[in-house]
């Protein structure tokens, strides 16, 4: 098997768990810019709490969109 397709096979695998799991993807998302920002002083929630939204739609996106948007 060459390279190129064990890594499709591990992107396929990833976006099936992704696309099954994407709640608690959606959930470490959340913590880690809950994480982020606490880090950072609050300075740039607005910011953060956008990027981690962005993150989700890409994930959901990405791993099938059989999610809901919160």
Do not use: C, P, Y
């Not at 998302?29 to 981690?52: L, P």
């Amino acid at each position: 098997m060459a390279l190129s397709d064990k890594l499709n096979e591990l992107k396929n695998k990833a976006k099936e768990m992704v696309g099954e799991h994407g709640d608690k993807a959606d959930g470490a998302v959340d913590r880690a810019g809950e994480f982020v920002d606490e880090k950072t002083g609050n300075k740039h929630s607005d910011q953060i709490r956008q990027g981690t939204d962005k993150a989700k739609e890409g994930l959901r996106n990405w791993g099938g969109g059989d999610q809901q948007q919160q």
